[in-house]
């Protein structure tokens, strides 16, 4: 079985050591890398539950990575816990943010198997052993300074480098935010709808004076009932216009017949 051409880290540690001839070596416990180039250089592993022994493997010993098994080869070099105490590392160190705030812990990397280049590291903002955490990527290009425990980015929050795994508390917030992104949508579609609405239904048809219009405002004038005459039309004047309206002196002159003028 080839391996893989990129490999997690965790995933090493997690797997048994065993060699060629399948004697037992124990399980991964710490990886030996070297921080200023960003490089793995191989893992430990511990043979026994009790004591200080400890097995270092190169990466490139690594042969074949099965499930929960690491096929090794040749012989591993032989060290105590106190000496990998000493050796730089940048995993569980804490990454802070270019305005000194902690964002997180650095938990994990994804290495090259051949190289051992570490193409990306994997940041964690609370425990890591909790279920369901989320991951963030982190670029060794993004890392400003490295120190024994402290690794300073050029960030401002997580949420500024690229998710790689959603844990269950980024998923419902994810969730709520898509939820209420699509219950604004229907809140604004609502709002305009019921706004054309108003629009096509506020101004009733108006009557510019049909046949019944005037009956109606006549009827409005005078209700059942009422005693009140019809105002006069103006057009009702016409039929005496003032240059044509007989005078009253006139009529008497001529209908009195004590005021003829040849009398």
């Known amino acids: 079985m080839t391996l893989p ?35 793995v250089l191989g893992w430990a592993s ?51 943010g270019h305005d000194g705030l902690v964002l997180g812990r650095v938990v994990d990397a994804v290495v090259n198997t051949k190289t051992g280049a570490i193409g990306h590291y994997l940041v964690a903002r609370s425990d890591p052993r909790l279920p369901g955490a989320s991951r963030w990527r982190l670029q060794p290009n993004a890392i400003l300074d490295q120190q024994p425990g402290r690794v300073v980015a050029v960030v401002g929050a997580l949420d500024d480098l690229p998710l790689a795994r ?54 409005m004038a005078n209700p059942p009932g009422s005693d009140r005459r019809p105002e006069r039309e103006v057009w009702d004047e016409w039929e005496h216009p003032p240059h044509r309206r007989p005078s009253p002196h006139r009529d008497r002159e001529i209908h009195d017949p004590d005021q003829e003028p040849w009398l």
Request: no cysteine.
């Open 5 to 39: 051409q990129e490999l997690v880290v965790s995933t090493l540690l997690r797997a048994r050591v065993q060699d060629d001839q399948g004697a037992d070596h124990g399980v991964g416990h710490q990886v030996w890398m070297h921080p200023p180039t960003h490089r």
């Open 46 to 96: 511990r043979p026994t539950s009790f004591g200080p022994t400890r097995s270092v493997w190169r990466l490139n010993q690594l042969r074949h990575l099965q499930e929960d098994v690491a096929v090794v080869s040749e012989t591993p070099a032989r060290t105590q816990q106190s000496t990998l105490d000493l050796l730089p590392t940048l995993m569980d160190a804490h990454l802070y």
């Open 166 to 219: 959603a844990g269950l508390r980024t998923q419902a917030l994810q969730a709520g935010q898509r939820w209420r992104e699509r219950f604004q949508d229907t809140t604004v579609q609502a709002g305009r709808r019921l706004e054309d609405w108003l629009h096509d239904h506020a101004s009733l048809p108006r009557d510019h004076g049909g046949p019944g219009a005037r009956g109606r405002r006549e009827d």
